[in-house]
C-alpha cells in the first residue's frame, strides 16, 4: 500500500457519539510510509514490520500477517479501555460502531463482528476451500498454502472441520474488556501469530477453546445490512 492510497475518516466529537475525553483512535501502519503524528485527529502508530516475526518464519507475507495479529491481540493491547473497535480499510466503522454499541452496552456481548454473508452457518472446511481459492486468485506466496494446510490438518485431527460454525466476516470487530475477553485474544492471536494469519479460519475454534459462551458472549450483525447504509 501507498501513502496515496490512505483515507481516513476524521475522527471527532460526533464520530462515535462519544465525548472526547471518552475515547481515543489510533491507526497502526508500517513505518515505511512516514506518516504524520496524528492525520485527521487520529494518532498514528508506526511499527517495523522486520521485527514482528522471529527468524525461523518466512516473512514475506509479514505486513499482512502483523495487521490480522493486531485485530485479534486489541484487547491485550489496550486493556485499560472499556470498549476497543477495530476496523480494516473496508470496514464502515462509524455505522458498525453504532450497531455493536447495543450489544456491547445493553446485552453485555464480549465480542461482536460481522456475520459471513456466504459461510456462516456452514461447516468449517468450506471457509477453509474457499480461503483457498481466494489466496490463489491473489497469487499470494506458498507460505501462505502452507500454513493453511497445516491448520487445516490440525483442525481435521480434532474432528471440527465438519461442524457447522457461526463464521464471521472479521473485518470489523468490537471487544468489551472481560477476563474472558482477554483469554480469547490471547489464544485467538497466538493461533493467527504462530499458525495461519487467515484469522477467520480460527476463530470459532478459538471462541470455543476460551471462557467465552459462544452463544451468550458472542454476537454477529448481518454484513449486508451494515453495508447497506455506509
Not at 9 to 28: A, D, E, M, Y
Not at 33 to 40: C, F, G, R, T
Not at 74 to 85: D, E, G, R, V, Y
Request: proline letters at 6%.
Amino acid at each position: 500500500m501507498r501513502k496515496s492510497d490512505i483515507t481516513v475518516t476524521p475522527l471527532n466529537n460526533t464520530l462515535f457519539g462519544l465525548q472526547q475525553n471518552q475515547s481515543c483512535g489510533f491507526i497502526f501502519t508500517s513505518s515505511n510510509l512516514k506518516l504524520a503524528p496524528k492525520v485527521n485527529g487520529w494518532r498514528t502508530i508506526p511499527l517495523d514490520m522486520d521485527k514482528f516475526l522471529p527468524a525461523s518464519k518466512d516473512k514475506s507475507n509479514e505486513a499482512q500477517r502483523l495487521a490480522h495479529y493486531l485485530k485479534a491481540v486489541a484487547p491485550l493491547i489496550f486493556p485499560s479501555a472499556n470498549t476497543i473497535i477495530y476496523g480494516d480499510m473496508k470496514c464502515p466503522i462509524k455505522f458498525f460502531f453504532l450497531c455493536a454499541k447495543e450489544q456491547l452496552e445493553q446485552l453485555n456481548a464480549s465480542v461482536v463482528t460481522l456475520r459471513h454473508p456466504v459461510h456462516h452457518g456452514k461447516p468449517l472446511i468450506k471457509e477453509f476451500r474457499a480461503t483457498v481459492g481466494h489466496m490463489r486468485s491473489r497469487g499470494e506466496t506458498q507460505i501462505v498454502f502452507d500454513e493453511i494446510l497445516g491448520l487445516q490438518q490440525r483442525y481435521a485431527n480434532d474432528g471440527v472441520l465438519k461442524t457447522p460454525v457461526d463464521m464471521p466476516d472479521t473485518m470489523c470487530m468490537a471487544y468489551r474488556q472481560t477476563d474472558a475477553t482477554r483469554a480469547f485474544s490471547a489464544r485467538w492471536s497466538h493461533t493467527v501469530w504462530s499458525t495461519s494469519m487467515r484469522e477467520q479460519l480460527s476463530f470459532n475454534v478459538d471462541v470455543n477453546r476460551s471462557p467465552l459462551d459462544p452463544k451468550q458472549d458472542v454476537f454477529y450483525i448481518s454484513s449486508e445490512s451494515l453495508l447497506g447504509t455506509s
